[in-house]
């Protein structure tokens, strides 16, 4: 969902690292990624909050339509966001475990 929602790479995975199974999703030349671990037989269990975001500025409009639409094709489920703010310029998606991400059609430093 991750991977094909934001056109995330592949960084890196490992296959029962003491009982658990992880990936790392990110863009190469980005200076950060996104782990995803599990460990068998555990449910991690939903999102604390609906203020447990992860937020992408997009400027480009076109650039922003088009990861709305594959964040939602890739199984995201578009939400209103608790805090109205986001809405105003963003689109806020809810993952299958209810953490959230939003897609914001702006430059960070506009905020």
Known sequence: MYRDGLE???LGEFVDHDGFDGVMLGNQEAGYHLEFTSKNDHSAG???TKEHLLVFYLPNRNEWSRLCKLAETSGFEPVNSFN????HRG??????DGYRIVLQNADCDAN
Request: without cysteine; negative net charge.
């Open 91 to 96: 689109k806020t998606f809810e993952d299958l």
């Open 8 to 10: 995330f790479a592949i």
């Open 46 to 48: 939903r999102a604390p």
């Open 84 to 87: 109205p703010y986001w809405d």
